[in-house]
T-cell receptor, first 113, second 110 residues
């Protein structure tokens, strides 16, 4: 069974649209994250949630809004999509605290046209 | 500050050893990690080392940490074509977020 699953795997949409990416983990982890990987493969954290509470919010435009209905889910909603939002978005989870590492989802490739 | 640097490319012959290097700037790192990303896939944790250790060995993988120079390396012994991927080092600090390096693309040729 997939430990951290994201849907959809691919998403192609037009500028100005609103879209959501869903993430679910069945590992019982307390902390979930969203990372963005750009075309040069740079990975940067966007958000982290611990038990449904926002812990980290890096410098991300307000158009990005994470939502965590429970500790097993962390969804990412993006409003008014722009060309520069095209990237691969990775969800991850961890037990929290350094040393446990993360378990990553397989990524969602978002292409804005 | 938070900055993790790696060389972009490494090319090795099958059967040789690969050494991937990483430098970081934040001395308060608690753990340092190596992740592998194959094409079109997510990130797979390969190994990690606690900041008070100098070395960790796990089968074909050897991690060396020089905390004074803030230098981390990953040695892959007997490199195989299946090892071709992008390798990311990452550091975690107290805030429990991972700061990733720029990634090293390892190409293994026969």
């Amino acid at each position: 069974d997939t430990a951290v699953s994201q849907t959809p795997k691919y998403l192609v949409t037009q500028m100005g649209n609103d879209k959501s990416i869903k993430c679910e983990q069945n590992l019982g982890h307390d902390t979930m994250y969203w990372y963005k990987q750009d075309s040069k493969k740079f990975l940067k954290i966007m958000f982290s949630y611990n038990n449904k509470e926002l812990i980290i919010n890096e410098t991300v435009p307000n158009r990005f809004s994470p939502k965590s209905p429970d500790k097993a889910h962390l969804n990412l909603h993006i409003n008014s999509l722009e060309l520069g939002d095209s990237a691969v978005y990775f969800c991850a989870s961890s037990r929290g605290g350094s040393g446990y590492g993360y378990t990553f989802g397989s990524g969602t490739r978002l292409t804005v046209v | 500050g938070e900055d993790v640097e790696q060389s972009l490319f490494l090319s090795v012959r099958e059967g040789d050893s690969s050494v991937i290097n990483c430098t970081y700037t934040d001395s308060s790192s608690t753990y340092l990690y190596w992740y592998k990303q194959e094409p079109g896939a997510g990130l797979q944790l390969l190994t990690y080392i606690f900041s008070n250790m100098d070395m960790k060995q796990d089968q074909r993988l050897t991690v060396l940490l020089n905390k004074k120079d803030k230098h981390l390396s990953l040695r892959i012994a007997d490199t195989q074509t299946g090892d071709s991927a992008i390798y990311f080092c990452a550091e975690s600090i107290n805030t429990d977020k991972l700061i990733f390096g720029t990634g090293t693309r390892l190409q293994v040729f026969p």
